[in-house]
Antibody, heavy 120, light 110 residues
Framework: QLQLQESGPGLVKPSETLSLTCTVSGGSITTSSYYWGWIRQSPGKGLEWIGSISYSGNTYYNPSLKSRVTISVDTSKNQVSLKLTSETAADTAVYYC????????????WGQGTLVTVSS | VLTQPPSVSAAPGQKVTISCSGNASNIGNNYVSWYQQLPGTAPKLLIRETKKRPAGIPDRFSGSKSGTSATLAITGLQTGDEADYFCATWDTGFSTGLVMFGGGTKLTVL
């Protein structure tokens, strides 16, 4: 059973870069043939897919965020990372890390989420 | 782009349906999944590939699709079903495609 845990700063200043890490346990992020995605949820709002990365490193981004997003994998630490540049208040949200078997497939494993507030 | 009613309600034991409306580039030509999000928790997959239930999901939950709309049905409502429900699918309307979620529907069990 895969377990995912997000970590990172709870507060980011406007215009700065958000960096989050998702640590995967219960399996290797490369040998499990999984895709790893980031999804966010603004307070009281719906879900927004940020992007996903395949076990081989291929990336897929939401077109609306593509210019600001980088998702990468650190196989030595079994971690997936998210970087989102030029933060604004609109990026305040709970950020979830989740796993799926293919980029078009539903997310079957989710982290608990981490709240990121963008404020000066 | 995926439209859901903001809220639905029904009494315990009753049946409720939640709709999810899209278009040909998303629901019309792709599988639909449904998630349940209990208050303060991460979403949980309820339905995959439009009508399949993952292991452990009771058969009170069912999914269907007709054209460019999908429906989640919940029978024998329980107070523990009070949650937000989201539909999701793949959208090929963009050059690289994207995962698209509905706006969510809050279910109240009266």
């Amino acid at each position: 059973q895969l377990q995912l845990q997000e970590s990172g700063p709870g507060l980011v200043k406007p215009s700065e870069t958000l960096s989050l890490t998702c640590t995967v346990s219960g399996g290797s992020i490369t040998t499990s043939s999984y895709y790893w995605g980031w999804i966010r949820q603004s307070p009281g709002k719906g879900l927004e897919w940020i992007g996903s990365i395949s076990y081989s490193g291929n990336t897929y981004y939401n077109p609306s965020l593509k210019s600001r997003v980088t998702i990468s994998v650190d196989t030595s630490k079994n971690q997936v990372s998210l970087k989102l540049t030029s933060e604004t208040a609109a990026d305040t949200a709970v950020y979830y890390c989740a796993g799926h078997s293919e980029v078009r497939s539903p997310f079957t494993s989710w982290g608990q989420g981490t709240l990121v507030t963008v404020s000066s | 782009v995926l439209t859901q009613p903001p809220s639905v309600s029904a009494a315990p034991g009753q049946k409720v349906t939640i709709s999810c409306s899209g278009n040909a580039s998303n629901i019309g030509n792709n599988y639909v999944s449904w998630y349940q999000q209990l208050p303060g928790t991460a979403p949980k997959l309820l339905i995959r590939e439009t009508k399949k239930r993952p292991a452990g999901i009771p058969d009170r939950f069912s999914g269907s699709k007709s054209g460019t709309s999908a429906t989640l049905a919940i029978t024998g409502l329980q107070t523990g079903d009070e949650a937000d429900y989201f539909c999701a699918t793949w959208d090929t309307g963009f050059s690289t495609g994207l995962v698209m979620f509905g706006g969510g529907t809050k279910l109240t069990v009266l």
